[in-house]
């Protein structure tokens, strides 16, 4: 019998879908793109799922009618009701119930459409863990950095949810010595708050502000936003600064993960996200210092996965918890 899903990836500046046919097998029909930037808030993106599910299925032949569940995946702390999105920081999400929304919206149109909410790194890994770089894996850690830090948990070919559903929230362990900076989620000293996209873009504002480092050094324009690629293409040209940038947050994040390693000991480890496929100087860092930092015992029979889906892991991922895990 056929179905009809439909994904949703929603992250700090882009909301990506996809809408995906079940038969024996998962075949994406159509795949979107919306930016989110300007109209983030959560009547704007349960407006934008309206539109998506009354118009995505437009030019395949699929009626909302058709869609018979909706997977949501966000990046943020949801309750275990799957209803409310405790925390989102990248999108200043606070205690909403974006479930009772999207259901208002959706009411006329698809009134008996199944909504799944889910944390994106626990889509991403499910997608990759299903069709992606780790259908072989018994066990899977799954870290992300973006714009924000997340991990995705995959133990006996089940998707750990953890007590309260948050499992998963490496971004905000503490980490000693780190800055005591203020975290999206309201507390200080978390690793997201030091190491993810946007606090690394706010450190290079800062240098850039107190005089540390200048624009031209990092040839960045006058009006041009920081980002990690500067701090990227700065390594690669030797610029010392950059080099002892990425040296530290290498630091961070390798101590990070390896510890995690220690605890949970998955047969295979998945690195991805924006900031680290983008920049590979930084990831090469990262490694050495997983696998200096992380027990021997725990690394013999790692091994060190890359993302394959890409953009389509969050989509496929949420699409799939839908459907009840076997």
């Not at 009809?4 to 795949?31: E, H, P």
């Not at 930037?37 to 009618?65: F, K």
């Not at 018979?68 to 275990?80: C, L, R």
């Not at 909410?117 to 863990?129: F, R, S, T, V």
Request: include cysteine; aromatic fraction near 6%; hydrophobic fraction near 45%.
């Amino acid at each position: 019998m056929t179905q009809y899903l439909l994904g949703f990836d929603i992250g700090g500046t882009n909301a990506r879908c996809a809408l995906i046919q079940c038969t024996d097998q998962f075949k994406i029909l159509v795949s979107q793109k919306h930016a989110i930037r300007t109209a983030q808030s959560p009547h704007d993106l349960a407006l934008l799922i309206r539109h998506v599910v009354t118009t995505i299925g437009n030019d395949a032949g699929v009626t909302p009618a058709q869609i018979s569940g909706i997977g949501i995946a966000i990046a943020g702390q949801i309750d275990i009701d799957e209803h409310t999105i405790i925390n989102a920081p990248n999108l200043d999400w606070h205690h909403v119930n974006f479930y009772e929304l999207i259901r208002r919206e959706l009411n006329d149109v698809a009134p008996d459409i199944d909504i799944r909410i889910a944390n994106d790194l626990n889509a991403i890994a499910w997608g990759e863990y299903n069709f992606g770089a780790a259908r072989q894996a018994s066990s899977l850690l799954a870290v992300y950095v973006g714009t924000g830090i997340g991990a995705g948990l995959i133990l006996d070919g089940r998707l750990v949810l953890g007590a309260d559903n948050v499992c998963g929230e490496i971004g905000h362990c503490k980490f000693p010595g780190a800055p005591d900076a203020l975290c999206g989620c309201g507390q200080r000293g978390c690793v997201e708050a030091y190491a993810g996209g946007k606090a690394i873009e706010y450190r290079i504002l800062h240098d850039i502000q107190t005089g540390v480092v200048s624009r031209e050094a990092l040839e960045l324009g006058p009006e041009e936003h920081p980002t990690a690629r500067a701090i990227e293409k700065g390594y690669r040209n030797g610029l010392p600064y950059a080099v002892d940038f990425w040296k530290d947050t290498a630091v961070v994040l390798g101590a990070l993960i390896a510890n995690a390693i220690a605890i949970l000991n998955p047969h295979a480890l998945l690195l991805g996200g924006g900031v680290l496929q983008g920049c590979p100087e930084l990831l090469k860092h990262v490694v050495e210092n997983i696998m200096e930092m992380a027990p021997r015992t725990a690394t013999t029979n790692l091994q060190l996965i890359k993302p394959t889906l890409h953009d389509d892991a969050g989509t496929l991922g949420a699409a799939l918890l839908c459907l009840k895990q076997s």
